[in-house]
């Protein structure tokens, strides 16, 4: 069982930054597949960016080179560094564990940001 919870949203104003924090719990963490994923009001979940237990990250286009995430495997952390925020970045976002071995994921209870003059 993994159980993560996600802190550092809030109200923005465009142009400004936030840094999300993913604290998970379990015993090996440096082993997961960890993710972060946004969904805004009448749309889909997606993916904003991942980062292997090797480091290796991908991004969603939408993100690239505003956004950037990290990993620090003797906290048990993920992170998250939101820049250059736009109004359409307005979503919940969620942290993920992939288990790779298991195929499943674990979710945590999602944290608001919201980017508003």
Not at 83 to 89: T, W
Not at 93 to 98: K, T, V
Request: charged share 15%.
């Amino acid at each position: 069982q993994v159980q993560l919870v996600e802190s550092g949203g809030g109200l923005v104003q465009p142009g400004g930054s936030l840094r999300l924090s993913c604290a998970a719990s379990g015993s090996f963490f440096s082993i997961y597949r960890m993710g972060w994923y946004r969904q805004a009001p009448g749309k889909q979940r997606e993916l904003v960016a991942r980062i292997t237990s090797g480091g290796t990250t991908n991004y969603a286009d939408s993100v690239k080179g505003r956004f950037t995430i990290s990993r620090d495997n003797a906290k048990n952390m993920v992170y998250l560094q939101l820049n250059s925020l736009k109004p359409e970045d307005t979503a919940v976002y969620y942290c993920n564990a992939h288990i790779i071995a298991t195929n499943y994921d674990y979710w945590g209870q999602g944290t608001q940001v919201t980017v508003s003059s």
